[in-house]
């Protein structure tokens, strides 16, 4: 090998320095290649590509030996790691070619690679692409190929058969003949290695060798992959599948649908992705519009010759289509192209003498990016990362040592605009801290940037972690790429062009797949800033970074295991769960379980939130109340006491949404789905201390519809912390032993209750009783200024004392007692007062009302006024009860009893003194209907000489009475029959009597 020696003359022997590529830094792999030729042991600084090539150089020049060849097998796998930012710039590859170039043929660099050197770099944005061919230009290709008479013997000789078909050997010279009209340069042996390939066609074989060399391919190891691979529509698939007495042969057609199923992303990726998205319009076109299984085969057969025509000499003509449909005639064939070409999918082309696919469209991509990226202003990163969809870093580790969810957001930024980001940043969609990816603007060197991300970067008020990545560059092209890609996907020219929108959505695809791989790498590689001095650990994973910053963050987070609601947002059937607790904290605080039964979704938020916490616990046998956490439950214990520190004023009101915020915010980090419930818990195991107000108005007890109102809208509601010394707890004791004694007794455990009592009694007051006058002003005064409080301990401590004017608590109690209890009597003793006015006028003894029930049947019904048959009605069922009482008043006042006034009792007190009159007037009359009368009617007329004065009075007697009046009137017949007057002297005297009986009734009433 005279060429060999003269490029390598060897007379010392030349240092071989060998380096198998991997996806790392090549400066170090080759620097410790180097090292070890050179006898040294391994070093584990780190070298700057400077230094290394220095001593490339040095070590070339040294007298001791020919010169340096420096072997880099694999280089490819360099490559991809530069591509991927997981190893270093590709701009070393320039410097080591320059540097060899000046090196007099003393150092030489050989990289072995299976594809050309700027496929490698195909994933990467426009700019960076051409970047590559400029590196690859330092360099010569030696392109080592086999010829495609070559790739078809190996394939020969890796296909075993016992037997062939004899229309293989015919089907073979027909390939081989065609092949030799375009390539004279073909051996004379061709067809017969076409042969040996059976069962694939002899025009696949002959295509296999040059679809291993197209981008999507690797040369023979894609062609030996093809036929060993297990996947659809593949050879060995087709082996298996198909039975060996019903087989022909593995054909083109059967090719397009392996490369369909498997390969087609790839494909429309590479430079022949154009032209595959049309032969793709072109076979559903077919597909939809003929129908028949025949054409589509036929014109999947002519879209892989046509895709792969160059390179082996095939083409689309009669002859090959024939061999390949062989049981077919060729009038057939020909048809079937015709229709084809009726279709507008094929065309014959004269010069090259055979069918291709129609190339139905002439969009062309790359001048539509180009042009898009010249008018563009730049990247809009924030559209850029809503389009990427970047996903959240999650604390894992916080999660399962807290049960709660934590994770930060990912942003994509410049770096002067992720300067601005960290300085201003309030986390806004329930994440806690922020990694900032941030690209430095072109030109900015690395250093620079590096300060300025750490002197950006923070722990407090929320960790932000600003980094920046290695392969910035990268991104910053294919994200423009992106953008673009967007933009021209809705450019009006695609509408009617579907070859064309198939190639920009495949491009997007691929493009947007390659961002991806690079901000994943981004996120691992970028060198991290966290606000402290020292960087982040190079490639150190950000799940534990977001753990450690999330355990440091929410350091007093309680331990709650809910899957339910434990977090921000809840679903519909775990806010019902939730609803129903919050209602049996409030109605079954003293029962074990709350009561619940069985294990409905409430009773699991039992367990989680209260029970397993100790908030509720037994105190006593059977006995359950809300408690303070125990010194055991930490975490609850530091959210308590941050709680009851709020209440520092006594004077003041905390509003409930500000102790949600507490809640919220480090250390705690309370999700917003478990504060309802942990707040409830702090009220009841505090309610004899904490007022509760909604809309500023006191509540004297939480009720459902107070928890329901909470739920929409905390910001309502406030509380007090109401301080109580000796002395107020000697009047709240007083005060609980008026509530007693008037029938509102309140638990002595609790002496706010005391007040809460107090307020309720007037607010539960029968209305008539707020709003009457006929009260002492005592009782009316004390009334209004407890229906108007706003604040329990003002009422008790500061309006009331003020407005008794007592000198101490024993005083203040006695004075209040009187008013609590004509409050407390006032609407009884008013329809007591009613009921007895009504009695005397219907001349009934208050201890007879069975007499007057009895009267009031006889009456009902025989008057024909409905209302005074309605006070019978009602007089019959009348027992001296409340409820009696009013039933008849509210006949009376036309009104029920929510609605009275003082003018309603008075207007009342004379309507049932009318009705009692008539219902004694119709008694006298109940014999009519049959009935047997409960008194009897008298009418007279008395008038006595000359211009005296007339009396006619009628009136009526009850039946209780009745005997009385018989009995006198005997005995005074009696009496004056003894007198031996005369009957009319007898009447006389009756006349005189009567008239003085009637003139001292008026002069008495006068």
Same mark, same amino acid.
């Given at each position: 090998?005279? *060429?060999?020696?003269?490029?390598?003359?060897?007379?010392? #022997?030349?240092?071989?320095?060998?380096?198998?590529?991997?996806?790392?830094?090549?400066?170090?792999?080759?620097?410790?290649?180097?090292?070890?030729?050179?006898?040294?042991?391994?070093?584990?600084?780190?070298?700057?590509?400077?230094? +290394?090539?220095?001593?490339?150089?040095?070590?070339?020049?040294?007298?001791?030996?020919?010169?340096?060849? /420096?072997?880099?097998?694999?280089?490819?796998?360099?490559?991809?790691?530069?591509?991927?930012?997981?190893?270093?710039?590709?701009?070393?590859?320039?410097?080591?070619?320059?540097?060899?170039?000046?090196?007099?043929?003393?150092?030489?660099?050989?990289?072995?690679?299976?594809? $050309?050197?700027?496929?490698?770099?195909?994933?990467?944005?426009?700019?960076?692409?051409?970047?590559?061919?400029?590196?690859?230009?330092?360099?010569?290709?030696?392109?080592?190929?086999?010829?495609?008479?070559?790739? /078809? !013997?190996?394939?020969?000789?890796?296909?075993?058969?016992?037997?062939?078909?004899?229309?293989?050997?015919?089907?073979?010279?027909?390939?081989?003949?065609?092949?030799?009209?375009?390539?004279?340069?073909?051996?004379?042996?061709?067809?017969?290695?076409?042969?040996?390939?059976?069962?694939?066609?002899?025009?696949?074989?002959?295509?296999?060798?040059?679809?291993?060399?197209?981008?999507?391919?690797?040369?023979?190891?894609?062609?030996?992959?093809?036929?060993?691979?297990?996947?659809?529509?593949?050879?060995?698939?087709?082996?298996?599948?198909?039975?060996?007495?019903?087989?022909?042969?593995?054909?083109?057609?059967?090719?397009?649908?392996?490369?369909? $199923?498997?390969?087609?992303?790839?494909?429309?990726?590479?430079?022949?992705?154009?032209?595959?998205?049309?032969?793709?319009? %072109?076979?559903?076109?077919?597909?939809?519009?003929?129908?028949?299984?025949?054409?589509?085969?036929?014109?999947?057969?002519?879209?892989?010759?046509?895709?792969?025509?160059?390179?082996?000499?095939?083409?689309?003509?009669?002859?090959?289509?024939?061999?390949?449909?062989?049981?077919?005639?060729?009038?057939?064939?020909?048809?079937?192209?015709?229709?084809?070409?009726?279709?507008?999918?094929?065309?014959?082309?004269?010069?090259?003498?055979?069918?291709?696919?129609?190339?139905?469209?002439?969009?062309?991509?790359?001048?539509?990016?180009?042009?898009?990226?010249?008018?563009?202003?730049?990247?809009?990163?924030?559209?850029?990362?809503?389009?990427?969809?970047?996903?959240?870093?999650?604390?894992?580790?916080?999660?399962?040592?807290?049960?709660?969810?934590?994770?930060?957001?990912?942003?994509?930024?410049?770096?002067?605009?992720?300067?601005?980001?960290?300085?201003?940043? /309030?986390?806004?969609?329930?994440?806690?801290?922020?990694?900032?990816?941030?690209?430095?603007?072109?030109?900015?060197?690395?250093?620079?940037?590096?300060?300025?991300?750490?002197?950006?970067?923070?722990?407090?008020?929320?960790?932000?972690?600003?980094?920046?990545?290695?392969?910035?560059?990268?991104?910053?092209?294919?994200?423009?790429?992106?953008?673009?890609?967007?933009?021209?996907?809705?450019?009006?020219?695609?509408?009617?062009?579907?070859?064309?929108?198939?190639?920009?959505?495949?491009?997007?695809?691929?493009?947007?797949?390659?961002?991806?791989?690079?901000?994943?790498?981004?996120?691992?590689?970028?060198?991290?800033?966290?606000?402290?001095?020292?960087?982040?650990?190079?490639?150190?994973? +950000?799940?534990?970074?977001?753990?450690?910053?999330?355990?440091?963050?929410?350091?007093?987070?309680?331990?709650?295991?809910?899957?339910?609601?434990?977090?921000?947002?809840?679903?519909?059937?775990?806010?019902?769960?939730?609803?129903?607790?919050?209602?049996?904290?409030?109605?079954?605080?003293?029962?074990?379980?709350? #009561?619940?039964?069985?294990?409905? %979704?409430?009773?699991?938020?039992?367990?989680?939130?209260?029970?397993?916490?100790?908030?509720?616990?037994?105190?006593?046998?059977?006995?359950?109340?809300?408690?303070?956490?125990?010194?055991?439950?930490?975490?609850?214990?530091?959210?308590?006491?941050?709680?009851?520190?709020?209440?520092?004023?006594?004077?003041?009101?905390?509003?409930?949404?500000?102790?949600?915020?507490?809640?919220?915010?480090?250390?705690?980090?309370?999700?917003?789905?478990?504060?309802?419930?942990?707040?409830?818990?702090?009220?009841?195991?505090?309610?004899?201390?904490?007022?509760?107000?909604?809309?500023?108005?006191?509540?004297?007890?939480?009720?459902?519809?107070?928890?329901?109102?909470?739920?929409?809208?905390?910001?309502?509601?406030?509380?007090?912390?109401?301080?109580?010394?000796?002395?107020?707890?000697?009047?709240?004791?007083?005060?609980?032993?008026?509530?007693?004694?008037?029938?509102?007794?309140?638990?002595?455990?609790?002496?706010?209750?005391?007040?809460?009592?107090?307020?309720?009694?007037?607010?539960?007051?029968?209305?008539?009783?707020?709003?009457?006058?006929?009260?002492?002003?005592?009782?009316?005064?004390?009334?209004?200024?407890?229906?108007?409080?706003?604040?329990?301990?003002?009422?008790?401590?500061?309006?009331?004392?003020?407005?008794?004017?007592?000198?101490?608590?024993?005083?203040?109690?006695?004075? +209040?007692?009187?008013?609590?209890?004509?409050?407390?009597? %006032?609407?009884?003793?008013?329809?007591?007062?009613?009921?007895?006015?009504?009695?005397?006028?219907?001349?009934?003894?208050?201890?007879?009302?069975?007499?007057?029930?009895?009267?009031?049947?006889?009456?009902?019904?025989?008057?024909?006024?409905?209302?005074?048959?309605?006070?019978?009605?009602?007089?019959?069922?009348?027992?001296?009860?409340?409820?009696?009482?009013?039933?008849?008043?509210?006949?009376?006042?036309?009104?029920?009893?929510?609605?009275?006034?003082?003018?309603?009792?008075?207007?009342?007190?004379?309507?049932?003194?009318?009705?009692?009159?008539?219902?004694?007037?119709?008694?006298?009359?109940?014999?009519?209907?049959?009935?047997?009368?409960?008194?009897?009617?008298?009418?007279?007329?008395? #008038?006595?000489?000359?211009?005296?004065?007339?009396?006619?009075?009628?009136?009526?007697?009850?039946?209780?009475?009745?005997?009385?009046?018989?009995?006198?009137?005997?005995?005074?017949?009696?009496?004056?029959?003894?007198? #031996?007057?005369?009957?009319?002297?007898?009447?006389?005297?009756?006349?005189?009597?009567?008239?003085?009986?009637?003139?001292?009734? !008026?002069? *008495?009433?006068?």
């Amino acid at each position: 090998m005279p *060429n060999f020696d003269k490029a390598f003359p060897t007379r010392n #022997g030349w240092l071989i320095v060998p380096v198998v590529g991997k996806r790392s830094s090549v400066v170090a792999e080759l620097n410790a290649a180097l090292r070890k030729a050179k006898g040294k042991g391994t070093d584990h600084r780190k070298v700057s590509p400077t230094s +290394l090539i220095n001593e490339l150089c040095q070590t070339a020049e040294d007298q001791t030996q020919d010169g340096v060849l /420096v072997i880099l097998d694999e280089m490819g796998k360099f490559l991809e790691g530069s591509a991927l930012g997981h190893g270093d710039d590709v701009y070393f590859f320039q410097e080591l070619a320059e540097a060899a170039a000046r090196a007099n043929g003393k150092l030489v660099v050989v990289g072995v690679l299976h594809q $050309s050197f700027a496929q490698y770099g195909a994933r990467l944005g426009t700019d960076t692409r051409d970047d590559w061919a400029k590196v690859q230009g330092r360099y010569v290709d030696l392109p080592f190929v086999a010829a495609s008479d070559e790739v /078809v !013997e190996l394939i020969g000789r890796a296909i075993e058969a016992k037997r062939r078909p004899t229309l293989m050997r015919d089907a073979s010279r027909a390939i081989a003949e065609s092949i030799r009209s375009r390539r004279p340069a073909v051996g004379g042996k061709f067809a017969e290695a076409l042969e040996t390939c059976w069962p694939l066609h002899p025009a696949m074989a002959a295509l296999l060798g040059p679809i291993s060399k197209r981008q999507f391919g690797q040369n023979e190891r894609s062609t030996f992959g093809f036929l060993a691979s297990v996947e659809p529509h593949g050879f060995r698939s087709y082996l298996h599948t198909t039975p060996i007495e019903s087989t022909s042969w593995y054909r083109p057609d059967n090719y397009w649908d392996y490369l369909r $199923s498997n390969l087609e992303p790839a494909i429309l990726a590479s430079p022949d992705g154009h032209r595959w998205s049309q032969a793709v319009e %072109a076979i559903e076109r077919t597909e939809a519009k003929a129908g028949n299984p025949f054409l589509v085969e036929l014109i999947k057969n002519v879209a892989i010759i046509d895709l792969f025509r160059n390179g082996s000499g095939l083409a689309a003509d009669t002859a090959v289509l024939g061999a390949i449909f062989y049981s077919h005639p060729i009038t057939e064939i020909e048809k079937g192209l015709e229709e084809l070409a009726r279709l507008r999918v094929i065309l014959f082309k004269k010069h090259i003498g055979a069918w291709s696919v129609f190339e139905g469209s002439d969009f062309d991509i790359d001048a539509a990016i180009t042009k898009t990226l010249a008018t563009s202003s730049g990247v809009d990163y924030n559209y850029l990362a809503q389009l990427m969809g970047l996903h959240p870093v999650v604390a894992k580790r916080h999660y399962h040592e807290t049960g709660t969810m934590r994770w930060m957001s990912i942003s994509l930024s410049q770096l002067d605009e992720a300067e601005r980001l960290a300085e201003n940043y /309030v986390p806004a969609k329930g994440e806690f801290g922020l990694f900032a990816l941030a690209l430095p603007e072109r030109g900015l060197s690395p250093k620079v940037a590096q300060r300025r991300a750490r002197e950006s970067s923070r722990r407090s008020p929320w960790p932000v972690l600003v980094g920046i990545p290695r392969n910035h560059a990268r991104i910053e092209e294919l994200g423009a790429e992106l953008v673009a890609l967007e933009t021209v996907k809705d450019r009006h020219e695609l509408q009617g062009d579907a070859v064309a929108r198939r190639e920009v959505h495949a491009r997007l695809a691929a493009v947007k797949a390659n961002l991806e791989e690079q901000l994943q790498a981004a996120m691992t590689n970028a060198q991290w800033f966290d606000g402290s001095n020292e960087p982040v650990e190079a490639g150190a994973r +950000l799940s534990p970074i977001a753990s450690d910053l999330a355990g440091d963050l929410y350091s007093s987070a309680p331990l709650v295991w809910s899957e339910l609601v434990n977090r921000d947002s809840v679903s519909s059937n775990s806010v019902k769960a939730r609803r129903d607790l919050l209602h049996r904290m409030l109605t079954h605080e003293a029962v074990e379980n709350l #009561g619940i039964e069985g294990f409905p %979704a409430e009773r699991g938020l039992y367990e989680t939130l209260l029970r397993s916490t100790g908030l509720h616990r037994e105190v006593s046998d059977g006995h359950w109340r809300f408690m303070a956490p125990d010194k055991s439950e930490t975490r609850f214990g530091d959210i308590w006491q941050a709680t009851r520190d709020l209440f520092v004023d006594s004077s003041s009101r905390v509003n409930a949404s500000d102790i949600l915020k507490l809640w919220s915010a480090p250390p705690f980090g309370v999700k917003a789905g478990i504060q309802p419930v942990i707040l409830a818990a702090f009220l009841l195991a505090h309610q004899s201390n904490v007022a509760v107000y909604k809309d500023g108005m006191f509540i004297p007890r939480l009720t459902d519809a107070d928890i329901d109102e909470y739920l929409q809208d905390a910001s309502r509601f406030s509380l007090r912390w109401v301080v109580i010394d000796e002395e107020k707890a000697r009047i709240l004791g007083g005060i609980a032993n008026i509530l007693a004694e008037v029938g509102h007794a309140a638990e002595a455990r609790d002496p706010l209750e005391a007040a809460r009592g107090l307020v309720a009694l007037v607010f539960n007051l029968p209305v008539w009783t707020q709003r009457t006058h006929q009260l002492s002003d005592g009782a009316r005064a004390i009334r209004d200024t407890l229906l108007k409080a706003s604040d329990p301990h003002k009422v008790l401590f500061v309006d009331l004392v003020a407005l008794l004017d007592t000198s101490d608590g024993d005083a203040y109690v006695q004075a +209040l007692r009187n008013p609590i209890a004509e409050l407390a009597g %006032a609407y009884e003793t008013m329809l007591r007062s009613v009921d007895s006015g009504m009695l005397a006028a219907l001349d009934a003894p208050p201890d007879q009302l069975d007499r007057l029930r009895a009267r009031a049947e006889a009456v009902a019904g025989i008057t024909g006024d409905l209302r005074q048959d309605s006070f019978a009605t009602r007089l019959a069922k009348h027992d001296g009860s409340i409820t009696s009482i009013e039933g008849i008043l509210s006949l009376a006042a036309d009104k029920p009893p929510r609605d009275w006034t003082d003018r309603d009792i008075d207007a009342a007190t004379l309507e049932i003194s009318k009705v009692a009159l008539r219902f004694r007037q119709a008694e006298a009359f109940v014999s009519v209907k049959g009935r047997k009368p409960n008194c009897e009617a008298f009418a007279v007329v008395i #008038g006595a000489g000359t211009g005296a004065k007339m009396i006619s009075r009628s009136f009526d007697i009850t039946d209780r009475h009745l005997q009385a009046v018989e009995s006198k009137a005997d005995e005074l017949a009696s009496q004056l029959r003894k007198q #031996g007057l005369s009957t009319d002297v007898l009447l006389a005297i009756l006349a005189k009597t009567g008239m003085r009986l009637a003139a001292d009734e !008026e002069k *008495n009433h006068g």
